[in-house]
């Protein structure tokens, strides 16, 4: 299958400062990317859908100014979480979506765990 | 809304146990499903998948067959192994136009030698 590449894997940041975490799709071309969020013991709930060329779109709840989104290319997005806070703890998985095979499959990078101290 | 029901875990088989997953949706249209794995400290993969009804979505062994009547789309397999043991996780789509998954909670499996 399809390989989506996430970056980093890990991360420990300190409360006030920015993170960026990178998801690109290494052979296809991704249109469409998505951002979820995974806490504990739970299921993934979808951040934002990343559409190349244009703004992404959040879902309800979600701050746009707290979790920036950028899809500069088809084969990369990226999430910026802004001002981190501990809240902001969390294992963020990408997503890209692979068109050719016609039901429009996602392929999942391997996530990022993000501690904010 | 849409939604997805799964069997709570954690589920603990012994090696060459019969494992099912229950999994049953409520969707508007006509959605396409998933079932994906999630291996410790890892991303999800796809595991299988079907597009309509009484399709069977199978792959490694499990199995899945869409059921319209009843919504569901349970997993199974014969004989787990100690690599089976991981996060399973049902999905959904809704159909053309919709690139958006619904997901379970996910069950974890534990098989055990």
């Known amino acids: 299958g399809a390989v989506v590449s996430q970056h980093p894997s890990r991360v420990i940041c300190k409360s006030g400062t920015s993170v960026k975490i990178e998801c690109r799709s290494l052979?296809?071309?991704?249109?469409?990317m998505f951002w979820y969020r995974q806490f504990p013991k739970q299921s993934l709930m979808l951040m934002a859908t990343?559409?190349?060329?244009?703004?992404?779109?959040?879902e309800q709840g979600v701050e746009k100014d707290k979790f920036l989104i950028n899809h500069a290319s088809l084969t990369l997005s990226t999430l910026t979480v802004t001002s981190a806070h501990p809240e902001d703890s969390s294992f963020y998985i990408c997503s890209a979506r692979e068109p050719r095979q016609g039901i429009n499959i996602q392929y999942f990078g391997a996530g990022t765990r993000l501690s904010v101290l | 809304g849409n939604s997805v029901t799964q069997m709570e875990g954690p589920v603990t088989l012994s090696e060459e146990a019969f494992l099912t997953i229950n999994c049953t949706y409520t969707?508007?249209?006509?959605?396409?499903l998933f079932w994906y794995v999630q291996y410790p400290g890892e991303g999800l993969q796809l595991l299988l998948k079907?597009?309509?009804?009484?399709d069977k979505g199978s792959n490694k062994g499990f199995e899945a067959t869409y059921r319209k009547e009843t919504t569901s789309f349970h997993l199974e397999k014969g004989s787990v192994q100690v690599s089976d043991s991981a996060v399973y996780f049902c999905?959904?789509?809704?159909?053309?136009?919709?690139?958006?998954?619904?997901f379970g909670k996910g069950t974890k499996l534990s098989v055990i030698p």
């Open positions: 052979d296809f071309q991704a249109t469409t």
């Open positions: 079907a597009t309509k009804a009484d």
């Open positions: 990343s559409n190349e060329g244009s703004k992404a779109t959040y």
């Open positions: 969707a508007t249209g006509y959605p396409s």
């Open positions: 999905a959904f789509h809704s159909g053309a136009g919709s690139y958006q998954l619904t």
